[in-house]
């Protein structure tokens, strides 16, 4: 059975001890403070709600480059990958996707391929939204190497209210397109990485689907 296919809950379990963090608080001070009780409930099902992770329908296509995050793309450059990938260094076009805490958060590969770095970076906490971000912020890249020997870097950047990066890898393992490879909390921003030749299906300002939307395809 396909990774994808695979029955998966409607919440991700990253999400059950927060909701029962403020749920215990709601029941707790119920009768004492009812204000802070209904807040307390309502926070308990946006934190449902955020930490939702729903199936998606992914294009099974070794041409195409699938978006890695749910959100709006917001930059659409070439750049050189993070510098402490231990890869040879060469532009390559990027395509980045903001996520604002009302979007999925759960993180899904663009291709079918197989992790052959996995590296974190502490940084800054700043506006994801900003181009520096990319330099600055806190970090965890993947570098995927496809069938065809691409590499393809999908880059996780903490925000200034998204402060985890939770990968659910390791090293070597094979990735289906679509399927899901780790979540930032609360707001953050994802950059995929490219060949510099790789033909844009998206542009600026577009909305997209994690696992569904295609980015780009290759030549």
Known sequence: MSKLNTKRPIIHPEGWKFAAIFFVISVSVYP??????VIGFMLT???LWFFRDPERNTPQDSNLIISSADG???LIDEAYPPEELPIEPQKMKRICVF???????????????NVDHIVYKEGKFLNASLDKASDKNERSSLVLNTQNGTKIIVVQIA?????????FISLNHNL??????GLIRFGSRVDI???????????????????ESVLASFQ
């Open 176 to 181: 289906d397109q679509g399927e899901r490879f």
């Open 99 to 113: 996520m604002n805490v009302f979007n999925v958060h759960v993180n899904r590969s663009p291709v079918q391929g």
């Open 32 to 37: 004492f403070f009812i204000t802070l009780s």
């Open 193 to 211: 990485y490219m060949p510099i030749d790789a033909i844009l299906k998206c542009k600026l300002g577009d909305k997209v689907t994690a696992g």
């Open 159 to 167: 925000g200034l209210i998204a402060r985890r990066i939770l990968g």
């Open 72 to 74: 709006k793309v917001c």
């Open 45 to 47: 099902i946006f934190t």
